[in-house]
Structures are given as C-alpha cells and as structure tokens.
C-alpha cells in the first residue's frame, strides 16, 4: 500500500461516499472504487457495507481507520522533522491554514519566510512554480510539484444564536471544502455567499448566521457549537517544489 491509499481510506470513512471522496481527492469514481477493493484484499477484511444510502463502517472498518489515521500522522511528524530548513521559503496556502499553521501554531516563521495567501481556487492556478511549498486543501497536480504531507482541520457548525430562521454561510470560493461539505450536509436553509472569511467570522460572532469553521476558531470565539454529531475533519495537504526545479 501506498501512503495515498491510507489518505483515500480516511476520506471514504469520514464521508460515507465514493462520490464525495473523489471530488476531495481529484481521482475517478472508479479510481476509488478500485482502491478500495485493492485494500480490502490485500489486507481480507471488509471495512464497508456498500448500502444506498452510502459507505457504512464495519467494526474492522472502524480499527483500520484509527490505524490509517495513525500512519498518515506519524509520516506528517516525520516529514515535518527532516525537511525543516535555515533558508527563507516562498510558501502559499489559503486563510484558514494561515491562522491555524502560522497564527496558531507558528508551525513557520513570518519574518524568515515570505508567505502568500490565496483561494483554493487561486492555488489550482497555479502554473509557474515559484513558490517551494504549496498548502492546500485541493489536490494539485503540477509536474515541479511532489506531495510531502496531509493534515486536517477540525471542524463544526457555529453561531451565535439559537434562531432558527437565520441563514448558513458560505465561502463563494467554489472549490472550498468547507463549502463543499456544508452543502452536501445542510438542506433547505437559506444560503449566503461571501468571498471574506473575516466577514464570515463577524456575521457568525454577531449572531447573523451559521457556518461551518475550524474548531480553534469556535472555541477561540467562544461561539455555540450546534453539531450533536461527529466532528467534521478537513483534509489539507502539502506540496514541495522538486529539486530540480529551483
């Protein structure tokens, strides 16, 4: 098995869909599928039911997801660990992970490195590879490009306010996962676009809608957690620039 292969499992798992795992992924649906059953056989276990209503757990299911977890976080930490550099990098990655890698975790160094900030979709764009790390949510194929790490962001659904009646935000950035999943989860609600995450955030603060945001930004603000279900885990993944292309 491929270190793909665990990241593949972990999103069929937290979503319950081979659609909506091949969305997230970038691959066929029959990409998928055949990786599934790939893993199943090489490792004879039967880690889902396929229903109608979707992927369902079994409990080996359930043992090999805490697993897969386990490997994709110890090669991140590994990863992290060797490939920390003296010199200044060029990195790019979305406001969300901006906050949570720099702001939360100064995981690097705003005044040695130069860090840009884009959309998702502004990262898919990308085409010459000036930039030596790239952190995004998408994946991102580009030939001066290898993928080094996955990460995840907790997330759930927050507000202010105990209405009923007021409206679901989201990011218009249409390919920002936390969009993506609050509209396969949420239907029949009124839905508000906006480009700004801070203007999200100060709507949310203020009571005036719901959104789906990073854990860190719920308890920092000290919002109502609505969710009485499991939390939501946004996969992001990080991409070096290959040697030979600097």
């Known amino acids: 098995m491929q270190l793909h292969d665990f990241e593949t499992f972990i999103y069929l798992y937290e979503t319950r869909s081979i659609n909506l795992t091949a969305k997230i992924t970038g691959y066929a649906q029959s990409n998928i599928t055949a990786r599934l059953k790939k893993i199943e056989e090489e490792y004879r276990l039967l880690l889902f039911q396929r229903t109608y209503q ?56 705003i005044v040695k490195d130069n860090i840009t900030v884009l959309t998702s979709s502004q990262i898919t764009e990308i085409e010459k590879p000036k930039y030596d790390t790239i952190i995004t949510y998408a994946s991102f194929s580009h030939e001066d490009y290898h993928q080094v790490g996955v990460g995840y962001l907790i997330a759930d659904f927050y507000t202010n306010s105990l209405s009923k009646d007021i409206p679901i935000i989201v990011n218009s950035d249409h390919n920002c996962p936390f969009r993506i999943r609050t509209l396969k989860i949420i239907k029949n609600k009124k839905i508000i676009e906006l480009a700004s995450w801070d203007n999200i955030i100060e709507l ?13 930004i719920g308890e920092r603000e000290k919002l109502i957690c609505l969710s009485d279900k499991r939390e939501v885990r946004i996969p992001y993944k990080k991409y070096s620039r290959n040697q030979c292309s600097m």
């Open 54 to 109: 979707g992927l369902v757990p079994t409990e080996a299911g359930t043992e090999f997801y805490k697993y897969a977890k386990k490997v994709i976080d110890l090669t991140d930490d590994f990863l992290k660990t060797v490939t920390k550099t003296s010199k200044s990098q060029n990195i790019v990655m979305p406001k969300l992970l901006f906050d949570w890698l720099i702001v939360e975790h100064n995981d690097y160094d």
């Open 204 to 216: 949310v603060k203020k009571g005036k809608g719901i959104a789906l945001l990073p854990k860190y």
